[in-house]
Each structure stands twice: as structure tokens, then as C-alpha cells.
């Protein structure tokens, strides 16, 4: 497979993304037919990055087919593991992203601070529990004598 013109970051970003994908179309020992150019096609359009299934024997095959596919749609190859083939084409019809704002940065005690009436509500909702002062069993002084050993010797 030759060198990808993708970006190193990019590419993997994108190896990352299809790992969880599954193979949108399988291809058979027949290699591709015009009707599996036409899903490919169908499949980038609708997805972008896709993976393929290649039932081909030979790793150099399977390369061969994975560039063969590239050049014929227009996609870029980007990775091939096993017979497992992924491609990707950016969508030209799709807007492009929009720069995410950052979110506030919320200072430490602002998730303290709260409305008086709701931290009213949260108080007769869920009243304090009490906790005794004392314990419920008696303990041992340490100056009580300590009970004989059950061990015998």
C-alpha cells in the first residue's frame, strides 16, 4: 500500500474511528465487479470512512485491490488488516464543522452555590440523618482483665 497523503495524526484518527465499524460490503474471490464499485461509491457517500471485507487470498492482492478501489473513487486508502480493507473519502455535500466554543470554566465552589429554594426542597426531601452520639453496645475498658485464651497447652 503507498504512502497515504493523509496526514499522520489524521490517518489516526481515522484508523481509530474504524475500528469500531463493521464491513459495509464484502467482496468476493470475483474481485470488484461494477455493481461493488457502485456500493463502495453508495457506501462513501453516505459514510465517509468504511470498511470492506475482501475475500481474496494474498496480502499483496488484497493491497492491490484496496489501491485499485482508491484510485477508481477517489477515496484514500487506510488501512488494511487481515482481510479487512479501510477507505475513506471526505463527503463533499457535507457542511463543514463548526468550531466547537469551549466550555465555561466553572470556578470550585460554583458547583457548591446553589439556589436558596432548591437547596430548601433538597433539605425536606432528604432531611439530615442523625447519628447517635453514643454507641448502641458497650465496649471494654482497656483495664478490664482480658478473658482467659481457649488455647490449652
Given at each position: 500500500m503507498p504512502e497515504s497523503p493523509l496526514p499522520g495524526k489524521t490517518l489516526r484518527e481515522l484508523r481509530a474511528r474504524a475500528h469500531?465499524?463493521?464491513p459495509v460490503v464484502w467482496i468476493s474471490e470475483n474481485g470488484a465487479t461494477p455493481p461493488v464499485l457502485r456500493e463502495i461509491?453508495?457506501?462513501l457517500n453516505s459514510h465517509e470512512l468504511i470498511k470492506?471485507?475482501?475475500a481474496v487470498d494474498g496480502r499483496a492482492a488484497r493491497e492491490a485491490l484496496l489501491d485499485d478501489l482508491c484510485a477508481n473513487l477517489g477515496a484514500q486508502p487506510v488501512q488494511v488488516i487481515g482481510k479487512m480493507l479501510v477507505?475513506?473519502?471526505p463527503n463533499p455535500k457535507a457542511a463543514p464543522a463548526q468550531?466547537?466554543?469551549?466550555a465555561a470554566k466553572r470556578s470550585p465552589g460554583a458547583a457548591a452555590t446553589k439556589s436558596p429554594a432548591k437547596a430548601a426542597r433538597k433539605?425536606?426531601?432528604?432531611?439530615?440523618?442523625k447519628r447517635p452520639?453514643?454507641?448502641a453496645w458497650p465496649t471494654p475498658s482497656r483495664?478490664?482483665?482480658?478473658?482467659?485464651s481457649r488455647r490449652t497447652k
Amino acid at each position: 500500500m503507498p504512502e497515504s497523503p493523509l496526514p499522520g495524526k489524521t490517518l489516526r484518527e481515522l484508523r481509530a474511528r474504524a475500528h469500531a465499524l463493521k464491513p459495509v460490503v464484502w467482496i468476493s474471490e470475483n474481485g470488484a465487479t461494477p455493481p461493488v464499485l457502485r456500493e463502495i461509491d453508495r457506501a462513501l457517500n453516505s459514510h465517509e470512512l468504511i470498511k470492506i471485507h475482501a475475500a481474496v487470498d494474498g496480502r499483496a492482492a488484497r493491497e492491490a485491490l484496496l489501491d485499485d478501489l482508491c484510485a477508481n473513487l477517489g477515496a484514500q486508502p487506510v488501512q488494511v488488516i487481515g482481510k479487512m480493507l479501510v477507505a475513506y473519502r471526505p463527503n463533499p455535500k457535507a457542511a463543514p464543522a463548526q468550531a466547537q466554543r469551549p466550555a465555561a470554566k466553572r470556578s470550585p465552589g460554583a458547583a457548591a452555590t446553589k439556589s436558596p429554594a432548591k437547596a430548601a426542597r433538597k433539605t425536606a426531601k432528604y432531611p439530615a440523618r442523625k447519628r447517635p452520639t453514643t454507641r448502641a453496645w458497650p465496649t471494654p475498658s482497656r483495664k478490664s482483665a482480658k478473658a482467659p485464651s481457649r488455647r490449652t497447652k
